[in-house]
């Protein structure tokens, strides 16, 4: 087999490339120069947002053409996912009417040598990808010279043999000595367990004596001495699409081996120039674009036959103007683009409210993100980082009437981060608790007693009925005891929660404790879906926005339009759990056990204007006010208040409590107000409302605490 598969390498050598270079000079030096993890951003703005891309491969085309000048001879990389979730590859890769995909234009414009595809460039179908290789190869493209493809490890699973070229070998003279630059191509070996199945059918990764998956493994087996040896390489450049720690290999491969002059990497989102220790102890040194530099690593050939690779360094892009030349060529895919960022994906209808408050209050538009969140995962619950949410409500959209068209741009704005992938993790109701107890110190408590702020940390769980309590400092927040479906979650009950992979950054990245909190990266095996690997939502990385778009979609074509629905309440207090409830949350809490029924008359008290859930309480006989007009809607309800509510709820309710027959004497019944006696004695016998201490006391006049009001909020919930 390894026989074969080199036989097969040598037959996609073809031949050397020679670089220009001063033939006759002494010494000469060459430019290795690198991208990657460029994400299809190749225009001067982004479409779905309409603001300038502050890094680009327009801004890339700028910065090679200035560096190739300062050298004899130069290799342009790309180590991978130029192709990725963003807006701009899926459109231009799957949207687009006609001609070439624009990326493959810019890739040749800018003369590229050599692109060793990523994860990225597999998000998308067989035919799609291929494609694009296509045009990237083709010796009669109308735009610059061929690139080469580089994926050594890229297998046909019949047998075992290359689908793409696995190396090149570049030649440059100095002198009269020629140097052989040997540039072997590897992307990373778990691509199956990170796309669709169906993306790279009939392939491998590794070899199948490879069992480990380890590019070091390939390296030695199939390359090492190929290139070495057999080519006589005198420099070697290995280019693998991995991330240099936690969990890419590539600091490991690099440990293992010898023989490697400089690494290339990719895939993890982030820029270096560093060097990693070899199998012999010699510093070797590793690069990476990170899709915000441009590497730059000079080698000084002599004609002696010695070379030398001096240090690397990184290139910020941002730093450089656009190429106009290319800005022109890719204008006309921006225009279509951006045509499609503002066609309509669905319809909203109905009465969006505009709450902004995300962090600390229940809003319409959150419970949008959780629904969409769990209708594409399938998940029990959705874990919504409220910090990566947009600033504007859902209902900024309706402008005009009662209706409005919902676009990609939209969807975008209303969670603007490209990165938030979705996917599903196993969380127990202890977990769940921790994290939001860790997650609510986002929170600030102001002079007045009122919760603010809120950050990037902070998450609600949509699905989760629950009550969060800030009490008088960090230390004292409490979660009341969640339920789930009307029945209380217990500490070893185990959920399927959607959570946007930004939280799943790990030990190596926890800026939000995370990690500290419930042991699970994205690399842990309670990961149980990601939404990138999911056929319907791959080539778009399975981004949240994306999500948000599909939902839209689906559900107007089911229903006709978007419209508002909660299924789980939640609630942030400023107090303790001990702490009192006012009138008027008792009042709302009742109103959604309700079914938060429309009312029919417009107000019911002086002091409350505009709430429907006082003016239902008033139609249905759950409160009367004080007899002058006012509601009193801030202040404390006191337990026989609370009664008196209850036994209007129940009633208007047509409920059927069963009687606890308690019979107990109460110790101070004399201070129970006469129009409050019957509701007590009811709330008594049925248990909605207990007695306390050893049973033979009410407290007409101590305030409802919030524990005493959620546990009626739960018996209430489990009535059949």
Known sequence: TRLFSVLTALALLGGLVPLASAAQAEEVTLGIFSTSDMQGRYTAQNPLTGEKESVSYLKVSTAVAQQRKLVDASILIDAGDALDGSFQSWYSTTQRTGGSNPLATVLRHIGYDVFVPGEGEFRFSQAQREEFFDQLTSQSGTVGEPVSILAANYLSDKNQTPQEQSYEVFSVQ????????????????????????????????????NTAGSLAWEWKQYWQGYLRQTLECDLVVVVCHDGLDSPGQVRSFISSTTGIDLVITGHDGTAYATTAGNADGQAVPVVSGGGESLTSTTVTLRSDGTFQVGQSSLLSLADYDNDAELARLTNPSYTSALAYARQPVGIITGDWDSKTGFFYQQTDTTDLIGRAMRWASGADLALVSVGRMGEEPISALMRQGSSAQVNWQDCYTLYPHADSTLCTVE???????????????????????????????????????????????????????????????????????????????????????????????????????????????????????????GYVSYTTAQTGSLTPSRESSWTVYPGNLDGAVTRLELVTLLYGLAGSPTPAADAAFLDVSDNSAVIWAAEAGVVSGNGTGLFLPAQQVTREQAAVMLYGFVKSQGLSLPLSGQSTELLDEAQISSWAREAVGFCIQTGLLPAIGRGDLFQPNEPLTRYQAWQVFTFLSNLE
């Open 174 to 209: 100095a002198g009269g000595r020629t140097f052989r630059i040997g540039v072997l191509g590897l992307t990373a070996t778990d691509i199956p367990d990170q796309v669709p199945a169906a993306n790279c059918s009939g392939s491998l990764f590794a070899h199948e004596d």
């Open 427 to 549: 969380l127990t109701g202890a977990q769940l608790r921790a994290w939001l107890v860790r997650s609510a110190q986002g929170y600030t408590l102001t002079a007045t007693g009122s919760v603010s702020g809120g950050d990037g940390g902070v998450d609600i769980i949509y699905g989760l009925d629950y009550d969060l309590y800030l009490g008088d400092g960090q230390s004292d927040i409490q979660v009341s005891t969640p339920t789930y479906q009307g029945t209380a979650v217990t500490d070893d009950q185990v959920f399927t929660v959607a959570v946007d992979s930004a939280r799943l950054t790990g030990p190596w990245g926890d800026p939000y404790g995370w990690y500290e909190t419930t042991g699970i990266d994205l690399y842990s095996d309670k990961v149980t879906w990601r939404a990138w690997a999911d056929y319907s939502f791959s080539p778009q990385s399975g981004t949240i926005p994306a999500i948000l778009a």
